[in-house]
C-alpha cells in the first residue's frame, strides 16, 4: 500500500513534543481506588490531519493500489525513500513510545534493546539521544519496555523496563535527569528477561515481567516474575489492588512482548513468548493467565500490539509479520489472525519489536532485523502504520 501524504510531506499520524525542561519526581503514591473505565493516555492535543490512503479494496478485503504501484526505491545507506519511516540506521528497536503534540511532523521514544539508547525520533529530522540506561542484553533482555507518564503532559517523565547485570527493573527519567529506580529486584535469569510497559488507571502503570527462566515463578505470588504488576509511578503496589499492598495484578506469563489496552482502558490484553506456543491474553485483576484468548503453535515471536476496537495488530519479532486478530463486541477474540506486512506485495518492514498506538488507525513501530534477520542498510527502523481493519499498512519495501 502506497501511503500518500496530505498537504506535509511526512506522515501526519502523530505529532511531536519535544521532552523539555528538568521536572522533579513525584514520589507520592496515587492514593485512588482502581477503575479500570477511564482512558490515561496524555491529555489530548489538537487532532493532527490524518495521512490519506491511495488504494481501493481488494476482492480479499486487501486494501491494494488504485494503480500500477510506483516502487519505492530501495534504502540508500541511511536514507530511507519510505515516507511512513521517520527513524533509520537504529539498533533493534524493542520499545517505542507515541508522542503526543500537534506539529506536522510524527515523533516517538525509541529504545535500543542492546545498546540502552533512548532516542526522540521526528519524521524529517536526525533522531536526538535522550540517555542512554545501562542495560545487560543477554538472555533476551536490555530495553525492552518504554511508556509515558500517565500524566506526561505535566511531569514529561518517561518509564522504561530494562535488565541490568543483577535483576530486571522499572526506571524513570525526564531530559537532564539521570535515570531513578523505582522498582528493582524483578527476577533476572538466563533467559525470558523481556519486560513491557504501559499507563493504566488512575495515574497508574502495568507491568509485564517474564519468568526469567523459572516458570514455577509465574505461579509464585511472592515473585515478582511472570506477572503483570500494577504500580504507582513511585513503584509502590497500586491502591486497589486484587491483594492490598502486593503489585501483582495478574500472574502465569513467560516471556511477554507486549501490553496493550483498548481506548477506554476497558480491554487490557499482554503478549506472550510460550515454551510450546505464543499466546495473546485477555488481562483481568486477580486473574491466572491459563487460558489464551489465541494461541500461535508456530511461534511467530509475538512483540508489541494495539486495540483498535474492532481488532488487535500484533507485531511478531520472528514471522516478521502483522498479526490482525478480529475483536468481537464483548472484546474476545473473533475468528482466525490474518498475517498482514509481511513482506509480500511490496509490504512489511521484516522483523517487528515495540508497537505503541496513536490513536485508534496508526501506530508507531519499531523493527528488530538486527537481531536475527536480514537487515537492509536503513535498518533498523521506526515506522508509522496503519491499524484500521482490512487495511495492508505502509507501503514498506524491504
Same mark, same amino acid.
Given at each position: 500500500?502506497?501511503?500518500?501524504?496530505?498537504?506535509?510531506?511526512?506522515?501526519?499520524?502523530?505529532?511531536?513534543?519535544?521532552?523539555?525542561?528538568? /521536572?522533579?519526581?513525584?514520589?507520592?503514591?496515587?492514593?485512588? $481506588?482502581?477503575?479500570?473505565?477511564?482512558?490515561?493516555?496524555?491529555?489530548?492535543?489538537?487532532?493532527?490531519?490524518?495521512?490519506?490512503?491511495?488504494?481501493?479494496?481488494?476482492? +480479499?478485503?486487501?486494501?491494494?493500489?488504485?494503480?500500477?504501484? *510506483?516502487?519505492?526505491?530501495?534504502?540508500?545507506?541511511?536514507?530511507?525513500?519510505?515516507?511512513?519511516?521517520?527513524?533509520?540506521?537504529?539498533?533493534?528497536?524493542?520499545?517505542?513510545?507515541?508522542?503526543?503534540?500537534?506539529?506536522?511532523?510524527?515523533?516517538?521514544?525509541?529504545?535500543? =534493546?542492546?545498546? !540502552? =539508547?533512548?532516542?526522540?525520533?521526528?519524521? !524529517? /529530522?536526525? /533522531?536526538?539521544?535522550?540517555?542512554?540506561?545501562?542495560?545487560?542484553?543477554?538472555?533476551?533482555?536490555?530495553?525492552?519496555?518504554?511508556?509515558?507518564?500517565?500524566?506526561?503532559?505535566?511531569?514529561?517523565?518517561?518509564?522504561?523496563?530494562?535488565?541490568?547485570?543483577?535483576?530486571?527493573?522499572?526506571?524513570?527519567? *525526564?531530559?537532564?535527569?539521570?535515570?531513578?529506580?523505582?522498582?528493582?529486584?524483578?527476577?533476572?535469569?538466563?533467559?525470558?528477561?523481556?519486560?513491557?510497559?504501559?499507563?493504566?488507571?488512575?495515574?497508574?502503570?502495568?507491568?509485564?515481567?517474564?519468568?526469567?527462566?523459572?516458570?514455577?515463578?509465574?505461579?509464585?505470588?511472592?515473585?515478582?516474575?511472570?506477572?503483570?504488576?500494577?504500580?504507582?509511578?513511585?513503584?509502590?503496589?497500586?491502591?486497589?489492588?486484587?491483594?492490598?499492598?502486593?503489585?501483582?495484578?495478574?500472574?502465569?506469563?513467560?516471556?511477554?512482548?507486549?501490553?496493550? %489496552?483498548?481506548?477506554?482502558?476497558?480491554?487490557? @490484553?499482554? $503478549? +506472550?513468548?510460550?515454551? $510450546?506456543?505464543?499466546?495473546?491474553? =485477555?488481562?483481568?485483576?486477580?486473574?491466572?493467565?491459563?487460558?489464551?484468548? @489465541?494461541? @500461535?503453535?508456530?511461534?511467530?515471536?509475538?512483540?508489541?500490539?494495539?486495540? &483498535?476496537?474492532?481488532?488487535?495488530?500484533?507485531? $511478531?519479532?520472528?514471522?516478521?509479520?502483522?498479526?490482525?486478530?478480529?475483536? &468481537?463486541? +464483548?472484546?474476545?477474540?473473533?475468528?482466525?489472525?490474518?498475517?498482514?506486512?509481511?513482506?509480500?506485495?511490496?509490504?512489511?518492514?521484516?522483523?517487528?519489536?515495540?508497537?505503541?498506538?496513536?490513536?485508534?488507525?496508526?501506530?508507531?513501530?519499531?523493527?528488530?532485523? %538486527?537481531?536475527? !534477520?536480514?537487515?537492509?542498510?536503513?535498518?533498523? =527502523?521506526?515506522?508509522?502504520?496503519?491499524?484500521?481493519?482490512?487495511?495492508?499498512?505502509?507501503?514498506?519495501?524491504?
Amino acid at each position: 500500500m502506497r501511503i500518500r501524504w496530505g498537504r506535509a510531506p511526512w506522515l501526519v499520524a502523530a505529532c511531536g513534543v519535544v521532552l523539555a525542561g528538568c /521536572a522533579s519526581f513525584d514520589d507520592r503514591a496515587s492514593g485512588q $481506588t482502581f477503575e479500570p473505565a477511564p482512558d490515561l493516555t496524555a491529555p489530548a492535543a489538537p487532532q493532527p490531519e490524518l495521512p490519506e490512503l491511495d488504494g481501493n479494496s481488494g476482492g +480479499d478485503g486487501t486494501t491494494r493500489p488504485s494503480a500500477p504501484q *510506483t516502487s519505492v526505491p530501495p534504502p540508500q545507506g541511511c536514507t530511507d525513500f519510505d515516507k511512513a519511516v521517520i527513524a533509520t540506521c537504529l539498533d533493534t528497536v524493542a520499545a517505542v513510545a507515541a508522542l503526543p503534540g500537534s506539529d506536522a511532523a510524527p515523533a516517538a521514544l525509541a529504545g535500543e =534493546r542492546k545498546s !540502552g =539508547r533512548v532516542l526522540q525520533v521526528t519524521g !524529517g /529530522a536526525a /533522531a536526538t539521544e535522550l540517555i542512554k540506561l545501562s542495560v545487560d542484553a543477554s538472555g533476551d533482555g536490555g530495553l525492552t519496555g518504554l511508556a509515558l507518564s500517565p500524566s506526561y503532559a505535566e511531569d514529561q517523565l518517561v518509564f522504561a523496563y530494562i535488565t541490568t547485570p543483577t535483576d530486571n527493573r522499572v526506571v524513570r527519567f *525526564t531530559k537532564g535527569q539521570q535515570a531513578k529506580p523505582i522498582l528493582t529486584g524483578i527476577p533476572k535469569g538466563p533467559t525470558d528477561n523481556r519486560g513491557a510497559i504501559t499507563a493504566f488507571g488512575n495515574g497508574t502503570l502495568l507491568v509485564a515481567t517474564g519468568d526469567a527462566g523459572n516458570p514455577a515463578a509465574a505461579a509464585d505470588p511472592n515473585s515478582l516474575a511472570g506477572k503483570v504488576l500494577r504500580i504507582d509511578t513511585a513503584g509502590n503496589a497500586a491502591t486497589g489492588n486484587p491483594t492490598a499492598g502486593s503489585r501483582v495484578f495478574a500472574s502465569g506469563l513467560h516471556s511477554p512482548g507486549g501490553l496493550c %489496552k483498548s481506548a477506554d482502558a476497558g480491554r487490557v @490484553w499482554v $503478549t +506472550d513468548e510460550g515454551a $510450546t506456543a505464543d499466546a495473546l491474553y =485477555r488481562v483481568n485483576a486477580g486473574t491466572s493467565l491459563a487460558a489464551p484468548a @489465541w494461541s @500461535w503453535p508456530d511461534r511467530p515471536g509475538l512483540a508489541g500490539c494495539a486495540d &483498535t476496537g474492532e481488532s488487535l495488530m500484533i507485531a $511478531t519479532s520472528v514471522a516478521g509479520n502483522m498479526q490482525q486478530v478480529p475483536i &468481537t463486541l +464483548d472484546g474476545s477474540v473473533g475468528g482466525q489472525p490474518k498475517a498482514m506486512m509481511d513482506g509480500k506485495n511490496g509490504t512489511g518492514y521484516g522483523r517487528y519489536g515495540g508497537m505503541d498506538p496513536v490513536n485508534t488507525q496508526y501506530a508507531v513501530v519499531g523493527t528488530v532485523n %538486527k537481531d536475527g !534477520g536480514t537487515p537492509v542498510s536503513s535498518d533498523d =527502523r521506526v515506522v508509522i502504520i496503519q491499524l484500521q481493519p482490512n487495511s495492508g499498512g505502509g507501503n514498506g519495501k524491504d
